[in-house]
């Protein structure tokens, strides 16, 4: 069993690989809930709803977001009646709000909901939010606090950002079966996806950090960032508002206390021997996932070196070790 | 001011000939909400959507209900997601319930929802809702007890009907404006709807009755049933379930304790007469509506009769009074 630690868009393509890599009953997936929003009055979960559809085959690849070909008449209609319309919701994806919707005001938890969707739309991989609990990821900006989606997709990250804090984050509880994938997984793998806003969210839920400390399997993180900038998005800047260099080695310091092995692109290969002076296991691969090769081709490798691990003392190695399962190519594609 | 009660689909067509011939400011719609359902864990009001879609321009002609031009992809989303989809909610169509199901979990009530949405969509007649309570038809049949929207839409009004009830009706108040509506109008105009399930809940409410009876201006009601066949839809099976004949007759004796005037079409003037020699005032008029032209020449011949009344012992006479107020056409489609 292999267990991942996600946000939506750089992890969705990271797991796009991985489903090609082993079967997707072997994978349990540990999605960021911190971005979270009602919007319409229904409950959206951005990175849940990506690492669904990316697993069920719906995603859009040319987004990175939402359904393949949707349409957004409804969106044009609330604009139309004057309600706002900065986060796209597509006529097919609005299906997926609406069913999680009416799940939670009957009662059902996220995760409940979650597994729900997922049987519906054939996705045989294991999702489990991070937490039941409302974890709010909140960005403090010059503007005032903003929830990462009026950061992120209403403003576009314009913003000078003070600081981030997930609020709620000490009084959750990981979801059911967070800390057991963790703990028993034969290996924990970080995808590329932001450290602050999409694993950081994960890692403030209570038991979380420790269970990675404690994890049976290695861990190993697959850096978003290539030399001094994020491969997409925000995170360089948010890495930066909390202390940390934007850079391979800001990753490591953000993943400290559990790390056992870090990913970095190839062209970091300076940045990662100062990082292996200092003790971390680190190794290089290409990171930057353009097609549908570079995905499978990422995920193989950070799976050989995070199940094999004779690899640590082979500085820059990119051999990836060989023995993996071959498994039928998107057997997760209803 | 003119007063209407109305039901969605035969109601919205008189409505629509009803705005090209007086100001929409001048009108005040009470209508039906006994149909109201949650769907996909939204509220949906069938016929004030239709009435609204029809005052907006928006409604469709083609189907009678619902957007024109509207799409279905979130429908079939839906569907794969194992959820009903009997009840056709176009993409379109959605924004509506969005945002009505907003509104009234933040609070709202039903008839502010209502101007809310009319004010977004430039509705300028005024839109009441019957109730702001929950008044709900249900339909026994022999395989049990059904909302409206089940027996009408999910199983196409082919069970057999025992009889038709107002559940909530007795504990309802009429919504804020409905009863001085009524009392105050220069008319009362009873739309070609359902006198059983679109009509009916709305004299179900308490006070309704009452007002009707004691209305200032002349309450006329057009039949929707021409020779003994409702022109369209279940009402002549649930007049026969409520123990009314299937005929203008019925029809008069549904509305008998305040109606002033039928308007009955020109194929009934045979039973005209047998109404008349029992002293009710009826007049007959082409109430078959397939075009614009069929749909502003009944409205105008309503309103000359409710309004001038002179014409009541001219039997069979179809010609309108004149004198009515010249307006623009289509003066509500934003």
Redesign the interface.
């Known amino acids: 069993m292999i267990c991942v630690l996600t946000g939506g868009t750089g992890g969705a393509k990271f797991v796009d690989g991985l489903r090609q890599v082993i079967p997707p009953e072997e994978i349990t997936l540990i999605v960021n809930t911190g971005d979270d929003l009602l919007w319409?009055?229904?409950y959206v979960s951005p990175d849940i709803d990506s690492i669904t559809y990316v697993l069920s085959g719906l995603l859009s690849r040319e987004r990175g977001w939402g359904?393949k070909g949707?349409?957004f008449?409804?969106l044009?209609?609330?604009g139309?009646?004057?309600?706002p319309t900065w986060f796209h919701t597509g006529?097919?994806?609005?299906?997926?709000h609406?069913?999680r919707?009416?799940l939670l005001?009957e009662g059902k938890t996220l995760s409940d909901a979650t597994t729900m969707?997922c049987d519906?739309?054939g996705v045989k991989a294991r999702i489990l939010p991070m937490s039941d609990s409302r974890v709010e990821t909140r960005v403090d900006t010059p503007s005032g606090e903003l929830s990462f989606e009026e950061y992120f997709v209403q403003r576009w990250y314009q913003d000078p950002v003070n600081s981030v804090r997930f609020a709620g984050a000490s009084d959750a509880e990981p979801a059911p079966g967070v800390l057991e994938a963790i703990l028993s997984a034969d290996a924990v793998l970080i995808a590329p996806s932001n450290p602050i806003t999409s694993i950081g969210p994960i890692l403030s839920v209570p038991g979380v950090r420790e269970a990675l400390r404690g994890a049976r399997g290695k861990v190993a993180a697959v850096s978003p960032i290539v030399g001094n900038a994020a491969v997409a998005g925000p995170a360089g800047i948010l890495m930066t508002a909390q202390g940390l260099p934007c850079s391979i080695a800001g990753v490591a310091k953000a993943y400290e206390d559990f790390l056992d092995l870090l990913i970095c692109d190839t062209r970091d290969a300076r940045a990662a021997d100062a990082l292996r002076a200092n003790g971390l296991r680190v190794q290089c691969a290409q990171t930057i996932m353009r097609s549908a090769e570079d995905k499978t081709a990422l995920a193989r490798t950070v799976l050989s070196y995070a199940l094999g691990g004779l690899l640590a003392d082979e500085p820059n190695s990119e051999k990836p070790l060989s023995g993996l399962p071959a498994v039928p190519a998107a057997a997760d594609q209803p």
Chains 1, 2 share one sequence.
Do not use: F, H, N, P
């Open positions: 319409w009055g229904l359904v949707d349409t008449l409804c044009q209609a609330m139309q009646l004057g309600e006529d097919r994806d609005l299906a997926m609406l069913l919707s009416r005001a969707i519906k739309l």
